[in-house]
């Protein structure tokens, strides 16, 4: 049975092109949180979760440019493996940091 594991050699490639397409939909659907929250405000008042929203976006945004950068610059390059780190760590606080805004957002906290 074949071991399903990234060679080292393909790791960052393999993973950044992964990342990429995620923290941009990510992002996609933080301007979409935003554009609700906005409608909403009219409704239930001023909150904070708009704002939130945004910040979290931008971590996307540095996640998805950390990830093109990696994958433009050689394989063999410290500095591309350096960037897919950022990528991967800048997207997986966004996903906690979306997920923590929208539990305080659904109990009124925010």
Known sequence: MKRRGLNRGHAPRALSQHILPAAGTMIGVCTTLVGLVKIAEAQIGPTHVDEAVSLTAILFLASAVASYLSMRLDEDRPLALR???????????????LSTITLFFAYETI
């Open 83 to 97: 960037l897919e780190r950022v990528a991967d760590i800048c997207f997986i606080i966004g996903l906690f940091s």
